[in-house]
T-cell receptor, first 110, second 115 residues
Framework: GEDVEQSLFLSVREGDSSVINCTYT??????LYWYKQEPGAGLQLLTY?????DMKQDQRLTVLLNKKDKHLSLRIADTQTGDSAIYFC??????????FGTGTRLQVFP | ETGVTQTPRHLVMGMTNKKSLKCEQH?????MYWYKQSAKKPLELMFV???????ENNSVPSRFSPECPNSSHLFLHLHTLQPEDSALYLC??????????????FGEGSWLTVV
């Protein structure tokens, strides 16, 4: 079945850029999503990218998609302590379900 | 405010109890979902309802029983759960069953602890 993988942890200094990576196996995924989960809260949609795009930028967020390598990344510029959270990558599988990765815990230290 | 509201936010129940989780969406969507999030495991889709009809049951044990009385409300009835069922249960909704980029919006989740 479809598989979405992420590294479990990322630690960065405040003000630096963060890059969270994700790999997926379903080449037919039409949409790929990034969700953020703050402590004690549910999932918040951050951004998404359509599979015919290579890049999408939204303020401090930049999503890069490499379809050949089935690799998706989320770059957060000027990372702040408020960005500390778990970030989930998700791919649209068979047009009827989202498959999520395990999430990457981002820790931002001063 | 997410537009998808879940209650209760926290629930502790014994293995012989019967309880329910409630979800309400104010977005005018037609599809609603239950997901389970356990520690260090990928998010798991449990149930999908589209226009009040269940379209997917992802091999969920019968001790979890969903109910969708209308497109705005979704319940998850819990009965004789096990400690390993302790998790965050997330409700979500989308305009329709996910296709061609319909975005899924999540509630804040209900933290369930089974003792």
């Amino acid at each position: 079945g479809e598989d979405v993988e992420q590294s479990l942890f990322l630690s960065v200094r405040e003000g630096d850029s963060s890059v969270i990576n994700c790999t997926y196996t379903d080449s037919s995924s039409t949409y790929l999503y990034w969700y953020k989960q703050e402590p004690g809260a549910g999932l918040q949609l951050l951004t998404y990218i359509f599979s015919n795009m290579d890049m999408k930028q939204d303020q401090r967020l930049t999503v890069l998609l490499n379809k050949k390598d089935k690799h998706l990344s989320l770059r957060i510029a000027d990372t702040q302590t408020g960005d500390s959270a778990i970030y989930f990558c998700a791919g649209l599988h068979n047009t009827d379900k989202l498959i999520f990765g395990t999430g990457t815990r981002l820790q931002v230290f001063p | 405010e997410t537009g998808v509201t879940q209650t209760p936010r926290h629930l502790v129940m014994g293995m012989t109890n019967k309880k329910s989780l409630k979800c309400e969406q104010h977005l005018g969507h037609n599809a609603m979902y239950w997901y389970k999030q356990s520690a260090k495991k990928p998010l798991e889709l449990m149930f999908v309802y589209n226009f009040k009809e269940q379209t997917e049951n992802n091999s969920v044990p019968s001790r979890f029983s969903p109910e969708c009385p209308n497109s705005s409300h979704l319940f998850l009835h819990l009965h004789t759960l096990q400690p390993e069922d302790s998790a965050l249960y997330l409700c979500a909704s989308s305009q329709d069953v996910t296709n061609s980029g319909n975005t899924i919006y999540f509630g804040e989740g209900s933290w369930l602890t089974v003792v």
